[in-house]
C-alpha cells in the first residue's frame, strides 16, 4: 500500500533511513519527536511510504514551494528515496515516486526536481524510467 506517512511510522522510517549513506540510527528524543510532527503536520510536506505488511519497505519526501514565478505555480521537490535491499526491483520506489506525482499534479505544481548522489547507471536509468531527464539542468550543492 503506497500512502502518507502518519505519527505511527517513525521508528520504521528512522529504520529504513540507516540504509541511506552514513545516516546512522536516530535515537528517540523529545527534538526528533517534536521534528516528526513538525513534518507530517506541515501541508506542504509530504513522507510517501510503501507499507508491506506494516514494514514500511520505500519511502520519498515530497515538498511542494510556493513559488511567484510560472503564474504563481508551485514546484516540487523529491528527496530521500530509498528502498530496503530486501525489496529493491519489485516497483516500490516507482510506485511511491507515482504517488509523489500525483500529489504534485493536484497540487498544481509546473515541475517536480529530483536529485541523487548516486552515480550508478542504473539509479540513473531508474529515475529517468519514472520521468526524469539529467539534461535540463545542472544542480550545484553547497554543504553547510
Same mark, same amino acid.
Given at each position: *500500500?503506497?500512502?502518507?506517512?502518519? !505519527? +505511527?511510522?517513525?521508528?520504521?522510517?528512522?529504520?529504513?533511513?540507516?540504509?541511506?549513506? +552514513?545516516?546512522?540510527?536516530?535515537?528517540? #528524543?523529545?527534538?526528533?519527536?517534536?521534528? %516528526? @510532527?513538525?513534518? /507530517? =503536520?506541515?501541508?506542504?510536506? @509530504?513522507?510517501?511510504?510503501?507499507?508491506?505488511?506494516?514494514? /514500511?519497505? #520505500?519511502?520519498?519526501?515530497?515538498?511542494?514551494?510556493?513559488?511567484?514565478?510560472?503564474?504563481?505555480?508551485?514546484?516540487?521537490?523529491?528527496?530521500?528515496?530509498?528502498?530496503?535491499?530486501?525489496?529493491?526491483?519489485?516497483?516500490?520506489? #516507482? &510506485?511511491?515516486?507515482?504517488? &509523489?506525482?500525483?500529489?504534485?499534479?493536484?497540487?498544481?505544481? @509546473?515541475? /517536480? *526536481?529530483? *536529485?541523487?548522489? #548516486?552515480?550508478? !547507471?542504473?539509479?540513473?536509468?531508474? =529515475?529517468?524510467?519514472?520521468? @526524469?531527464?539529467?539534461?535540463?539542468?545542472?544542480?550545484?550543492?553547497? %554543504?553547510?
Amino acid at each position: *500500500m503506497i500512502r502518507v506517512a502518519n !505519527e +505511527t511510522d517513525l521508528e520504521g522510517l528512522l529504520k529504513l533511513y540507516t540504509q541511506l549513506k +552514513t545516516n546512522p540510527l536516530s535515537g528517540e #528524543s523529545d527534538k526528533l519527536t517534536e521534528l %516528526w @510532527y513538525e513534518i /507530517i =503536520y506541515d501541508k506542504n510536506h @509530504y513522507v510517501i511510504v510503501a507499507d508491506k505488511d506494516g514494514e /514500511i519497505v #520505500s519511502t520519498c519526501v515530497l515538498i511542494i514551494i510556493p513559488n511567484l514565478t510560472h503564474n504563481q505555480r508551485s514546484y516540487a521537490l523529491i528527496e530521500n528515496v530509498i528502498t530496503n535491499e530486501n525489496h529493491r526491483n519489485k516497483g516500490f520506489a #516507482s &510506485a511511491c515516486l507515482n504517488y &509523489a506525482k500525483e500529489i504534485a499534479i493536484k497540487e498544481n505544481c @509546473y515541475k /517536480i *526536481m529530483l *536529485m541523487t548522489g #548516486s552515480k550508478s !547507471e542504473n539509479t540513473l536509468k531508474f =529515475y529517468e524510467h519514472a520521468g @526524469y531527464n539529467r539534461n535540463d539542468k545542472t544542480a550545484f550543492i553547497q %554543504w553547510l
